[in-house]
């Protein structure tokens, strides 16, 4: 199959979205964000694709099929030229062996794993295999802090990121969700970011340098007269490079109407008072959070629903695993990164904000589905 042919065919795979003119909620910062330097990138037709986890209960092994994992061993089939690969937790099989597969065929292959998982005998078969196949594999090997990223960046053009770990559990068990993104400007940044922990740069060792931290997509929909066009704007973060915290921050400031989070885990304080002063401006706040965590020290539930918001405890019995912030139904928070100080000072960490009505309708409504399923738990 020619180059051209699979290309067409990797496209075929991004999710199609009817016409739609950006909306930016007027408080939205473009001034800062076009100090950022701004690259601009036009795809015509699909841009995204959007996938969420799908939990059954009881879960049962005969039906694990068809879930992200598929989807993302379909995505790395059609590699070309190179996968790279960050992953904090790696045990599915389907995955694997189309890396190996992708290696076979002539693509180059890095892999990099947090080492503390490598204590699990599966991950730590699965690490073997890869470097039997001669795939290159780096482990962390840190005394503190994580390499929490989940992401895979494909031939230098495509972007897969999200809070999905790359498990049975994660596919399968727990709430996540996962976004292919087609841009080469943010691949750019992904694969800097990889290159980085290549060289041995670590969490609070790796530098700010990220190319391209405000990426400008234009999508060009329809052809000939019938044609329209509409940008999205995006940004990208790393941590703890990058002051994460700040940009979230910066993002719930400008709310005016309402918040709604999923949150495996919430412990930064300035991110909930952040949340707490758009409160008291009129703004409403809805949010659920993982129940194992809700109330351990130093979680903001408490004060949250003390406050009188709508914050619920999640009601999957596995893991509610969603790291996400959606503003007034306009911008979407999302990646690896939980609201914590760990997170923000120690892990590796990425993050997107993506400025898009289309794209936050679809999170809203993965938000009722995760809300409506806490709600019946209370």
Known sequence: MSRSTKTQRLLSLLLAFASFILVIGCGLDLDRLLGLGVITETVSGDWIRIYFTNPQYSDDEANRYGGLDQELATVIGHAQVSVDVAACDLNLDRVVDTLIQARQDGARVRVVVESDNLDREKNASIVRDLRRAGISVLEDERSSGLMHNKFVVIDEQWVWTGSWNFTENGTYRNNNHAVLIASPALAENYTAEFEEMLDGSFGPTS??????????????????????????????????????????????????????????????????????ERAQAGVIIQGVMESRDAERDYSVYGRLRQAGHEVLKDGNPYIMHHKVIIIDEQTVILGSYNFTINAERSNDENLLIIHDAEVAGLFVEEFGRVYEQARRQE
């Open 207 to 276: 530098p700010a340098d990220t190319p391209h931290p405000l990426v400008r997509i234009t999508v060009v929909e329809g052809e000939g007269e019938a044609a329209q066009e509409r940008d999205v704007m995006v940004e990208n973060y790393f941590a703890p490079e990058d002051q994460v915290a700040a940009r979230v921050i910066e993002r719930i400031s400008e709310a005016q109407h309402r918040i709604r989070f999923m949150a495996f885990v919430f412990t930064n304080d300035e991110i909930a008072d952040a949340m707490l």
